[in-house]
């Protein structure tokens, strides 16, 4: 199974970007759904950003569309979230993951139910005010 596992923690103040990366362990292919996720001790894990097929697929939460964005380096495995213009809210364990859909409709069930196959450890984001 696929191994994901996120950039080191990071701290910004209120206002600031961040950019969090998460490399994979094995090749990125056209089938990966890739996703972003946060959790608080206060609140359930939620999505927050995926890409599908390289890019030919995004979604965002609606409280970040427009401040944040994903990517992906298939050279380097790797896929990024840039979030800019943060706010304390946002102060949560942020998770990387992954699987294999066939379709972009199977991988938003999946992101939106956070229910990919493969997770990282997570990593503390912290946005002070």
């Known amino acids: 199974q696929v191994q994901m596992v996120e950039s080191e923690r990071g701290s910004v103040q209120a206002g600031g970007s961040l950019r969090l990366s998460c490399a994979a362990s094995?090749?990125?292919?056209?089938?990966?759904?890739l996703g972003w996720f946060r959790q608080t001790p206060e609140k359930e894990r939620e999505e927050v950003a995926a890409?599908?097929?390289?890019?030919?697929?995004?979604y965002y939460i609606d409280s970040l569309k427009g401040r944040s964005t994903i990517s992906q380096d298939k050279d380097k495995n790797t896929v990024y979230l840039v979030m800019t213009n943060l706010k304390a809210e946002v102060t949560a364990v942020y998770y990387c993951?992954?699987?294999?859909?066939?379709?972009?409709?199977?991988?938003?069930?999946?992101?939106?139910?956070?229910?990919?196959?493969?997770w990282g450890p997570g990593t503390q984001v912290t946005v002070s005010s």
């Open positions: 993951a992954v699987d294999r859909t066939n379709s972009a409709f199977e991988c938003y069930v999946l992101v939106t139910r956070a229910a990919l196959g493969a």
């Open positions: 094995e090749h990125f292919n056209e089938t990966m759904c």
């Open positions: 890409i599908w097929k390289g890019g030919q697929r995004k």
